[in-house]
């Protein structure tokens, strides 16, 4: 029985993986192996930064609200708990959005809560 040989599967693999190490640098983005490696390493970055990028969202808006909460004379951890009190059921990114493009309808909120 002849020898089979993984020529042309094997090419297949390796040409997917150039494909994908299309704007890398150099060898990373020539050579299978260190295109391999570099598209892993690519992989996984993006597959923390999707998760990381939902945190850092969080943390932009909730340091907007407290600098316009802050103008009104409340600190953000305050305002969220009179919120939570007053049962007022708006995310933060809604309140930041509202803060930066609406001040006036934010500054209304923000008088309503404390009341």
Same mark, same amino acid.
């Given at each position: 029985m002849p020898r089979a040989n993984s020529s042309v599967p094997r090419h297949r693999r390796h040409r997917k993986i150039i494909k994908l190490a299309k704007g890398q640098f150099g060898a990373r983005r020539k050579l299978f192996r260190t295109a391999k490696e570099a598209?892993?390493?690519?992989?996984? $970055?993006?597959?923390?930064?999707?998760?990381?990028?939902?945190?850092?969202?969080r943390r932009l808006w909730i340091t907007r609200i407290n600098a316009a909460v802050r103008? @009104?004379?409340? &600190? $953000? &951890?305050?305002?969220? @708990?009179?919120?939570?009190?007053?049962?007022?059921?708006?995310?933060?990114k809604q309140l930041s959005e509202m803060a930066i @493009?609406?001040?006036?309808?934010?500054?209304?909120?923000?008088?309503?809560?404390?009341k």
């Open positions: 598209v892993e390493r690519g992989w996984l $970055y993006a597959y923390r930064d999707r998760r990381q990028k939902k945190r850092d969202f103008q @009104h004379g409340l &600190s $953000y &951890s305050r305002f969220i @708990h009179l919120l939570d009190e007053k049962g007022v059921a708006i995310n933060r @493009h609406q001040p006036e309808a934010f500054a209304k909120l923000v008088e309503t809560v404390k």
